[in-house]
């Protein structure tokens, strides 16, 4: 696909993600038709992703996730299913293995009982996992398949066929998952301090003179304070995600380019392509694990009075 | 790179994964391996038993075998007592039996002596009564003389 394209357009149609939406009536489309009434469809330009607005859904993103975290409920679960606690064997010992890593993890970062987190650090260690997994795969194998393939079977230009195979490095995908766990945060927040609690501590801390003429005109410092690092929470969580596998994904894509570039430029990538991809390993457990580690520890911090009972006094 | 719906479908998507999990793999999982941990703890302290049993059992057994040796020693003992005593019993007879059968023929063969002694006493009387029956030519009466010739003889 690069040979007609320019690099910059082959970068471009790397991150534009399969998106389906609704375009308005009176919309120019990428071929220069004319919407007579609004349609929901799949954008064939990046430019008519933009323009569907908050209303779409990318169903490369959506398709991949959910794909790989059925993958890995199956395995577990049957892996579970089967499991007897006689002598592990094969695929049993490695899920025991994965299952006593995450217990051991949990335990140590999180102390108070809730029967929830250990398997949401689990779920969200494999399933990040093996998203970000992706990413080792040839940039080019699965989109160019499934480009050919959506145009042998509906006659689609197979150059307006977007699609991305690494879910975590669509921004909606990774701020998804953070936003779910801020979710879970202010749950249990509110579940073991109760709502009082929880607005005391964005309001009473960190500062706090004990006199309630004092305290009032505290209130709006600590709110801004507290607030900004009650989303930060989640908004790092997401971005670091996001941004180191964006940034490995965004490699891999320029040194696919290099491929073009004659013969030395073959070698040279294929030297590239195998050294970052050896790196890359590495780094897409690290934010597998870091994601897991860091979830954890805000659900400690959900669950944790000490602070609250250390400044009341 | 469009913030869009894909967002809320990832937190949906997030949540039913976590839940799938925690009801379905997570307790059977920890449970198999807590089982696990339970049968290994009572396989070892079931091992450290079954040595201190076997520590036990072989101590006794020493104590045993020492016993029967000693009590074989015992036997033996006794036995070769036993066979001396029943040796020097049969040697007792033996000689007894030796000094009877010997007594016996002493007393046959001074019987048989004196029987020769006899015969050869009678046969002496009459050889000296033919004796002097010829020395002296005359008819001696044997009977007259029945008496000396018997002091005779018993001189003999």
Redesign the interface.
């Known amino acids: 696909m690069a040979a007609e394209q320019t690099a910059t357009g082959y970068i471009q149609h790397h991150l534009q993600n399969l998106a389906y939406g609704k375009l308005p009536a009176g919309y120019t489309r990428a071929d220069g038709t004319v919407l007579s009434e609004s349609t929901w469809t799949i954008a064939h330009s990046s430019q008519e992703a933009a323009d569907m607005g908050f209303w779409a859904v990318h169903l490369d993103t959506l398709g991949w996730s959910i794909g790989l975290g059925l993958i890995f409920c199956l395995l577990f679960a049957r892996a579970a299913r089967k499991a007897t606690a006689g002598v592990p064997t094969g695929f049993q010992s490695f899920v025991e293995l994965v299952t006593e890593f995450i217990d051991k993890t949990v335990k140590d970062t999180f102390p108070h009982r809730n029967s929830m987190v250990a398997p949401m650090a689990l779920t969200i260690f494999v399933w990040v996992f093996l998203m970000n997994l992706m990413d080792l795969i040839p940039v080019d194998w699965l989109p160019l398949a499934f480009a050919h393939g959506t145009s042998a079977i509906t006659g689609a230009d197979p150059h307006h066929v977007y699609f991305k195979v690494v879910p975590t490095t669509d921004l909606n995908a990774t701020l998804g998952m953070a936003l779910a766990v801020f979710a879970l945060m202010i749950c249990f927040s509110v579940k073991e301090k109760g709502l009082l609690g929880f607005v005391k501590e964005l309001t009473l801390h960190p500062f706090h003179s004990g006199k309630w003429y004092i305290d009032i005109f505290l209130i709006p410092f600590n709110f801004l304070l507290e607030a900004v690092s009650l989303i930060a929470k989640p908004v790092s969580l997401g971005l670091r995600l996001f941004g180191n596998l964006y940034a490995g994904e965004m490699i891999f894509i320029l040194i696919a380019i290099v491929f073009g570039v004659g013969a030395l430029g073959f070698i040279g990538a294929g030297l590239l392509q195998m050294g970052w991809a050896i790196f890359h390993i590495l780094v897409i457990t690290l934010q597998a694990f870091v994601f897991m580690v860091l979830t954890t520890v805000y659900m400690s911090m959900a669950h944790d009075r000490e602070e609250e009972h250390a400044h009341d006094q | 790179?469009?913030?869009?719906?894909?967002?809320?479908?990832?937190?949906i998507?997030?949540?039913?994964?976590?839940w799938?999990?925690?009801k379905?793999?997570?307790p059977?999982?920890?449970g198999?391996?807590q089982?696990?941990e339970q049968?290994i703890a009572t396989g070892l302290q079931e091992a450290e038993r079954a040595g201190k049993d076997l520590e036990l059992a072989q101590r006794k057994a020493a104590e045993q075998l020492k016993e029967a040796k000693a009590q074989a020693a015992e036997i033996i003992d006794g036995a070769n007592k036993r066979a001396n005593q029943i040796v020097d019993e049969a040697k007792e007879a033996a000689r007894s039996e030796g000094d009877r059968l010997k007594a016996a023929a002493q007393a046959e063969i001074e019987q048989e002596v004196n029987r020769a002694k006899e015969q050869l006493r009678s046969r002496i009387a009459a050889l000296s009564v033919a004796g002097a029956e010829k020395i002296l030519s005359v008819n001696i009466d044997a009977k007259a003389h029945d008496d000396m010739i018997e002091k005779l003889a018993a001189e003999l």
């Not at chain 2, 790179?1 to 937190?11: A, E, R, V």
């Not at chain 2, 998507?13 to 976590?18: E, I, P, Q, Y």
């Open positions: 790179m469009n913030i869009n719906l894909t967002l809320i479908g990832q937190s998507t997030f949540f039913a994964f976590v799938f999990c925690w379905y793999v997570w059977a999982l920890l198999v391996m089982e696990r049968k």
